[in-house]
């Protein structure tokens, strides 16, 4: 009989055995050594095998009388397979909402799934390795398990804001910062830079300020910063009272008043990306780097340390700011449709073991930012999230085929936090309630919402697409307790505002959110939470 029967055969017997059983028996075939004939050895292998796998929760901490499972972990445990020799096992976790796995390999019957996403279920299998390759092999029957949802604990006593932690003495609002990496220095490595809105009306803007000492899991050591005067950016003219007409304030320019803003380390600078009104009335985002390396508390190329009129921000100012997203209508950097971009965020590495937390201009880099359309044909919602990507010179909005840009709906205050390689979440308020113009941050219904994304999902791996992300209408709750454990009302938790989610050691075990605070009865103050299920 020649080689080539022997081989069909062989297959043929293959295929009539799996297509009649599962648990049958099945036939693999020997390497042949030259010169000797082909022969067929007979492995018992199960197609399938009911392992009793199990699949649990893992217990994170106990709050408030209730256990707290991780939001990111699962158990695995299964019985081994027995009567056959295995050389491993494969463990694979496949999500319910996104389209992503989760593998390991382990020579034990147990093991611990980590780097989920929180709030959900994943189908499990196992599979028992004959050989080191996973040539052959039987898989377990699937089971299922779901992560926990988020908790993240108010710091403070008592259960009101009226007893939370204050970070900053006379910080308001507008929270952003980031972890000072060795490429920093000695004095700065470790510390965590913060920039925020202040109190005093003589210093609205983007007031500087930092940690003591190095950022540890200790809380004293991320929750008392101090505000540094003197430097920053200065609102050029004041804002006008409720019900009152506009300060006189002459001059023409694109910074009249600045808002939202967004510091980011570069090679030897930091640059800083904010959200400023200009003298036309409409709000764009605009940059200028510091003048003072990594300290980040000067921009002004002159003798001054602060930037504070129109003039100082225009066209040949000593603190010149560059437009990067315009709106329609402008020769610079403009775009159609869009009569606003506001509050923004950009997405970048910041944790892994070839990060240094600083961007590197690369291409491909994107953001989120707030736009208002022109017309509801794209939308019917005021406040949307668009979606710029950057390509080397530019921040370029991403736009439909129907000329509408890429947009999120249903989401304020955008807040992406790096999970690691080319995986994302994000944090922001659902404003599904606010059909029309939000009308006051303190009062309005926006709970915490939060979706994932990941480079594997679509196009190029090494980028985060607008199609990377998961819809919102999967988005997975956030539950926030105060700081005696008790759950807080979706009333309270709506308060929360222009937020940042730092890692303080980089470790993602150990996540903490600045944000501003109010109960409408109080003036807005710059507060914190705690991730306490990671």
Not at 127 to 136: F, N, S, V
Not at 405 to 413: D, L, R
Not at 477 to 498: A, C, H, R, T
Request: glycine share 10%.
């Amino acid at each position: 009989m020649s080689y080539r029967n022997v081989s069909i055969m062989v297959v043929m017997i293959l295929l009539i055995l799996v297509g009649q059983d599962e648990q049958k028996v099945v036939l693999s075939q020997q390497p042949v050594a030259p010169g000797r004939q082909p022969g067929v050895t007979r492995v018992e292998r199960p197609m399938r095998w009911d392992a009793g796998l199990t699949v649990g929760s893992v217990e994170t901490t106990a709050i408030g009388g209730r256990t707290i499972n991780s939001s990111t972990k699962l158990k695995v445990d299964w019985r081994s397979l027995t009567g056959i020799a295995i050389d491993h096992y494969e463990v694979e976790a496949a999500e319910s909402i996104g389209s992503t796995t989760v593998k390991l390999s382990t020579g034990s019957i147990a093991t611990t799934l980590s780097g989920l996403k929180a709030g959900t279920t994943y189908a499990v299998t196992v599979k028992a390795c004959y050989d080191a390759a996973c040539r052959y092999s039987v898989t377990s029957l699937p089971a299922s398990g779901k992560t926990s949802e988020e908790y993240w604990q108010i710091q403070g006593t008592g259960n009101s804001y009226n007893t939370a932690t204050r970070v900053i003495s006379d910080g308001n609002i507008g929270s952003h910062g980031f972890r000072y990496g060795e490429w920093a220095g000695a004095s700065l490595n470790g510390r965590i830079r913060l920039y925020y809105n202040p109190m005093a009306g003589n210093e609205k803007g983007a007031k500087p300020a930092i940690t003591s000492g190095v950022a540890t899991t200790s809380l004293a050591t991320v929750s008392q910063l101090s505000g540094e005067s003197g430097f920053g950016l200065l609102n050029p003219c004041p804002f006008a009272a409720p019900g009152q007409p506009a300060p006189s304030c002459p001059g023409t320019g694109a910074v009249k008043t600045l808002a939202l803003f967004q510091a980011v380390p570069m090679n030897g600078f930091i640059r800083m990306f904010f959200e400023a009104n200009g003298t036309d009335g409409k709000n764009r985002i605009l940059q200028i780097d510091s003048r003072d390396g990594y300290q980040g508390r000067d921009f002004n190329r002159g003798s001054r340390t602060i930037c504070q009129t129109i003039g100082d921000y225009a066209a040949g100012g000593e603190c010149e700011a560059r437009v990067m997203i315009g709106v329609e209508g402008d020769q610079l950097e403009g775009n159609p449709g869009i009569q606003h971009v506001r509050q923004f965020k950009m997405l970048y590495p910041t944790i892994g073991s070839t990060v240094d937390n600083r961007w590197d201009g690369a291409s491909g880099t994107a953001m989120i930012l707030t736009v208002n359309l022109s017309s509801q044909t794209c939308s019917p919602y005021a406040f949307l999230q668009g979606y710029a990507v950057w390509d080397g010179t530019g921040w370029r909005v991403q736009y439909q085929t129907n000329g509408c840009p890429k947009i999120f709906e249903q989401m304020q205050a955008p807040n992406p936090v790096h999970l690691g390689g080319n995986r994302y979440k994000l944090y922001y308020n659902n404003t599904t309630a606010l059909r029309s113009q939000p009308s006051n941050p303190l009062t309005d219904f926006k709970v915490m919402k939060m979706i994932y994304a990941d480079g594997e999902r679509t196009g190029s791996s090494t980028t985060i697409d607008f199609e990377d992300w998961e819809s919102t209408t999967s988005a997975r709750e956030i539950f926030y307790l105060w700081p005696d454990g008790s759950i807080m009302s979706d009333e309270n938790e709506s308060k929360f505002d222009d937020h940042v989610t730092i890692l303080p050691t980089r470790d993602p075990s150990y996540q903490v959110i600045y944000s501003n605070f109010s109960n409408a009865q109080i003036s807005p103050f710059i507060g914190m939470a705690v991730l306490v299920n990671p």
